[in-house]
């Protein structure tokens, strides 16, 4: 099966560049390796996938940081080329502030990224990298110019692929309202569904990291007159795990890439974002998905930042309801051989 796989790779990198599907990355980054990483990694390694630009925004960890990390992690691995942009620093409305105060009447959160009392550092501060210091820099531009102007200068062609909150595609549409109309597709990892497992508020899927960090931009980029949304849920992210044994088979190859993770990764945790990457690249791995009205609430009481949605037989309850492709189940063998051999070339 990986040597079928290896041999459709194989083929893929024969045809020309213009054959190669165009995408732009916006991921918040807790690096190094990780999801936020891996994610990134296994588009910029997919021979069909044409990566234009990248902007990080602050989820995960800082958007300054996450950047630098997004940077060693492209120099490592033979990427350097990719542009690299910060995005939004802070969510529209929500914060920590807001979060402290939150917690205090509806109880205390499980996960809360770069707002998280452990490890906690101010935004403009850039820790020492575990991975070392990069000799690359950010592109100077906002990550919502640099996303406005790769999906302008490709129209109808570029993928809008979100990782993380979606702060910076919403100022990016904000300023350019014809951004969902001029780019090809949304995909991104975020909203949770019917699961009672990995949410930041444990029990409680509904209330997902990436969508609760910033609410109101979640409520606009949903809201917007998109071609296509394809999300990958939280409901299908608990079906996979990055295991000791996944990381032992990529470090068996000389790859520089193989080479990061054998170094840097860890050895648990669901595969988040690695879903909404690879899905897109094959979208085979996915056996079940739904369309669905989705959004997300943004009423500032104890539901703050959750999911929302209803079946598509009934009629759209409000203008600000979307339909959306969800994920709900993948064929994990074919996912796992999938990240392995992107990531041994
Ligand atoms: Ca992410």
Same mark, same amino acid.
Request: aromatic fraction near 10%; hydrophobic fraction near 45%; include cysteine.
């Given at each position: 099966?990986?040597?079928?796989? /290896?041999?459709?790779?194989?083929?893929?990198?024969?045809?020309?560049?213009?054959?190669?599907?165009?995408?732009?990355?916006?991921?918040?980054?807790?690096?190094?390796?990780?999801?936020?990483?891996?994610?990134?990694?296994?588009?910029?390694?997919?021979?069909?996938?044409?990566?234009?630009?990248?902007?990080?925004?602050?989820?995960?960890?800082?958007?300054?940081?996450?950047?630098?990390?997004?940077?060693?992690? /492209?120099? /490592?691995?033979? *990427?350097?080329?990719?542009?690299?942009?910060?995005?939004?620093?802070?969510?529209?409305?929500?914060?920590?502030?807001?979060?402290?105060?939150?917690?205090?009447?509806?109880?205390?959160?499980?996960?809360?990224?770069?707002?998280?009392?452990?490890?906690? *550092?101010?935004?403009?501060?850039?820790?020492?990298?575990?991975?070392?210091?990069?000799?690359?820099?950010?592109?100077?531009?906002?990550?919502?110019?640099?996303?406005?102007?790769?999906?302008?200068?490709?129209?109808?062609?570029?993928?809008?692929?979100?990782?993380?909150?979606?702060?910076?595609?919403?100022?990016?549409?904000?300023? *350019?309202?014809?951004?969902?109309?001029?780019?090809?597709?949304?995909?991104?990892?975020?909203?949770?569904?019917?699961?009672d497992k990995g949410g930041n508020h444990r029990i409680n899927g509904r209330r997902e990291f990436n969508w609760w960090f910033d609410p109101e931009a979640a409520r606009m980029v949903m809201s917007a007159n998109w071609k296509k949304i394809t999300i990958t849920p939280v409901d299908i992210s608990v079906k996979t795990e990055w295991t000791e044994k996944l990381k032992a088979e990529v470090a068996k190859?000389?790859?520089?890439?193989?080479?990061?993770?054998?170094?840097?990764?860890?050895?648990?945790?669901?595969?988040?974002?690695?879903?909404?990457?690879?899905?897109?690249?094959?979208?085979?791995?996915?056996?079940?998905?739904?369309?669905?009205?989705?959004?997300?609430?943004?009423?500032?009481?104890?539901?703050?930042?959750?999911?929302?949605?209803?079946?598509?037989?009934?009629?759209?309850?409000?203008?600000?309801?979307?339909?959306?492709?969800?994920?709900?189940?993948?064929?994990?063998?074919?996912?796992?051989?999938?990240?392995?051999?992107?990531?041994?070339?």
């Amino acid at each position: 099966m990986v040597a079928m796989l /290896l041999l459709c790779i194989g083929a893929a990198a024969g045809q020309s560049s213009s054959a190669r599907r165009k995408i732009f990355i916006d991921q918040d980054v807790r690096g190094p390796a990780g999801t936020d990483l891996q994610s990134m990694l296994a588009l910029l390694q997919a021979p069909q996938a044409e990566v234009l630009g990248i902007s990080i925004t602050s989820g995960d960890g800082w958007a300054k940081a996450g950047a630098q990390n997004a940077l060693r992690m /492209l120099e /490592l691995t033979g *990427h350097a080329t990719v542009p690299v942009d910060v995005g939004a620093e802070f969510p529209f409305i929500n914060s920590r502030e807001e979060t402290l105060e939150w917690e205090s009447k509806f109880g205390v959160m499980a996960y809360k990224g770069a707002w998280n009392e452990s490890g906690y *550092h101010e935004p403009d501060i850039v820790p020492p990298l575990r991975a070392g210091p990069t000799h690359l820099k950010v592109v100077d531009r906002h990550g919502a110019d640099l996303l406005w102007d790769t999906v302008r200068r490709n129209p109808n062609e570029v993928t809008v692929w979100v990782g993380g909150p979606l702060t910076t595609v919403a100022m990016a549409l904000r300023l *350019h309202p014809e951004l969902p109309q001029m780019a090809k597709e949304l995909v991104l990892m975020g909203a949770g569904f019917n699961v009672d497992k990995g949410g930041n508020h444990r029990i409680n899927g509904r209330r997902e990291f990436n969508w609760w960090f910033d609410p109101e931009a979640a409520r606009m980029v949903m809201s917007a007159n998109w071609k296509k949304i394809t999300i990958t849920p939280v409901d299908i992210s608990v079906k996979t795990e990055w295991t000791e044994k996944l990381k032992a088979e990529v470090a068996k190859a000389d790859s520089k890439a193989a080479r990061y993770l054998a170094e840097y990764a860890g050895t648990s945790g669901y595969m988040w974002d690695e879903i909404a990457a690879l899905a897109w690249l094959d979208p085979s791995i996915i056996t079940r998905q739904q369309e669905l009205w989705v959004n997300v609430d943004i009423d500032h009481g104890p539901s703050y930042g959750q999911t929302i949605f209803m079946e598509k037989e009934v009629k759209a309850p409000s203008w600000f309801w979307k339909s959306a492709t969800v994920q709900w189940d993948l064929d994990t063998s074919k996912f796992y051989e999938l990240f392995v051999s992107l990531m041994k070339r």
